[in-house]
């Protein structure tokens, strides 16, 4: 006699089915609002970093849509200054952790280029059509999580009427300076300012956030 199959405890789970990039070719066009409400939705942490209800979810959240923007960067042209944009959103995002984990928020400094570098990132999500858009999220999200790797030790604040910002005299990398994101060089002493390496110097008169080489530079 045959003994009784004990039920199946194992619970199904649907498999996860995802549509290949290019079906977005034979799928009618995102409208307009849809548009906006992504964009909404991508600037949605950064109105939660500018409080004390910031997470570590917001973080990850702005990481994702800095890691499109690296990726826009990589397969269009005409970005401007998207990858430096990226480079010190992501640089912001790695120091604005100690906040989250302390529950204040983040300086203004901190998420202002944030700020910036998801908003030309929507921007530039609005010129795309969907082939384009699906595309550009499918290859993000297989992108190495280092593929903007930054070193926290390299992130500063260059805060001009501070006897400390003295240590950062003539390093070079980027910050955001005037509104806009520049790679540069701080200037070797007071009055300071940003030397971009295209442009004219950007006098620092409040807090801005640079991303900087160890090693110094001389000239522009």
Not at 104 to 115: H, K, R, S
Request: proline fraction near 7%; glycine fraction near 6%.
């Amino acid at each position: 006699m045959s003994k009784k199959k004990s039920p199946r405890k194992k619970t199904y789970r649907k498999k996860e089915v995802r549509l290949p990039p290019m079906s977005a070719a034979f799928l009618p066009e995102y409208s307009e609002a849809q548009k906006t409400n992504l964009g909404l939705a991508q600037l949605l942490p950064v109105k939660a970093l500018r409080s004390s209800e910031a997470t570590k979810t917001n973080i990850i959240a702005a990481v994702t849509t800095v890691k499109l923007g690296v990726n826009i960067c990589e397969h269009y042209e005409d970005t401007g200054d998207l990858k430096d944009a990226c480079i010190l959103a992501m640089a912001a995002l790695v120091a604005g952790l100690e906040y989250t984990e302390r529950h204040e928020p983040l300086p203004d400094y901190m998420v202002e280029p944030i700020e910036y570098a998801i908003t030309r990132i929507v921007e530039i999500e609005m010129m795309l059509d969907r082939a384009a858009l699906m595309h550009t999220f499918s290859e993000s999200a297989q992108m190495d999580a280092q593929c903007l790797l930054v070193e926290e030790a390299l992130i500063g604040a260059i805060i001009p009427d501070v006897p400390e910002v003295a240590r950062y005299a003539g390093l070079k990398g980027y910050a955001f300076a005037g509104g806009q994101a520049h790679a540069g060089r701080l200037s070797d002493g007071a009055p300071w300012m940003w030397l971009p390496v295209k442009g004219d110097p950007i006098p620092i008169n409040e807090p801005i956030l640079a991303y900087l080489d160890d090693e110094q530079s001389t000239g522009t």
